[in-house]
């Protein structure tokens, strides 16, 4: 069972228009969300840690917030450079400890 | 501060050989985490290692192994290699585990 889904898996926007980019996740007492950029043949670029409900954290065009069950990635006025898959992971306790558990991510491409 | 590094960043063996991928975390870094990154699968995590003990360890046959020395640089071994172990493996390094982690370059592993 995926605990943590994101949505949509692609996205193409055009430049300038604004989106919003989701991952949710089916787990109990919370310890932390991180949301990754990646490119192509690269590795994850770390953009946001969220940890309680109600917070939020921006960086140029990118605002993460989050809820207690999903987290939203807005994306203001994108620009082509924009373009890279974006991952959601979250910490998740599994056999002797916590680890990340990542989503399948969201292909995003923005055209001039 | 130098981001994480790994080495090679390209590897290319044959089936039933062995590898040794290897990892140098971020200055002040103690925590290392491996994963393994798929187009099927997405990324999964493989192990952590924290002052040279293993932490955890996901859901990977033992044919996938790693290790950490005291100055936290570390290395995983993969040995009698399939064809599925084609992935890009990428190494994660954080202050302190459960803290937000930082992704090198990733080493792409062909197998053949």
């Known amino acids: 069972e995926d605990q943590v889904t994101q949505s949509p898996e692609a996205l193409r926007l055009q430049e300038g228009e604004s989106s919003s980019l989701n991952c949710s996740y089916t787990?109990?007492?919370?310890?932390?969300l991180f949301w990754y950029r990646q490119d192509p043949g690269k590795g994850p670029e770390f953009l946001f840690t969220?940890?309680?409900a109600g917070e939020e954290k921006e960086k140029e065009r990118l605002k993460a917030t989050l809820t207690k069950k999903e987290s939203f990635l807005h994306i203001t006025a994108p620009k082509p450079e924009d373009s890279a898959t974006y991952l959601c992971?979250?910490?998740?306790?599994?056999?002797?400890?916590?680890?990340?558990?990542f989503g399948k991510g969201t292909s995003l491409l923005v055209t001039p | 501060k130098a981001g994480v590094t790994q080495t090679p960043r390209y590897l290319i063996k044959t089936r039933g050989q062995q590898v040794t991928l290897s990892c140098s975390p971020i200055?002040?870094?103690?925590?290392v985490s491996w994963y393994q990154q798929t187009p099927g699968q997405g990324l999964q995590f493989l192990f952590e290692?924290?002052?040279?003990?293993?932490?955890n360890k996901g859901n990977f046959p033992g044919r996938f192994s790693g290790r950490q020395f005291s100055n936290s640089r570390s290395e995983m071994n993969v040995s009698t290699l399939e064809l599925g172990d084609s992935a890009l493996y990428l190494c994660?390094?954080?202050?302190?585990?459960?803290?937000?982690?930082?992704f090198g370059p990733g080493t792409r592993l062909l197998v053949l």
């Open positions: 994660a390094s954080s202050p302190f585990p459960q803290e937000t982690q930082y």
């Open positions: 787990v109990s007492g919370l310890r932390g």
């Open positions: 969220l940890y309680s």
């Open positions: 992971a979250v910490l998740l306790y599994s056999n002797s400890g916590y680890a990340l558990n």
């Open positions: 200055s002040g870094h103690r925590s």
């Open positions: 290692y924290f002052s040279e003990t293993q932490r």
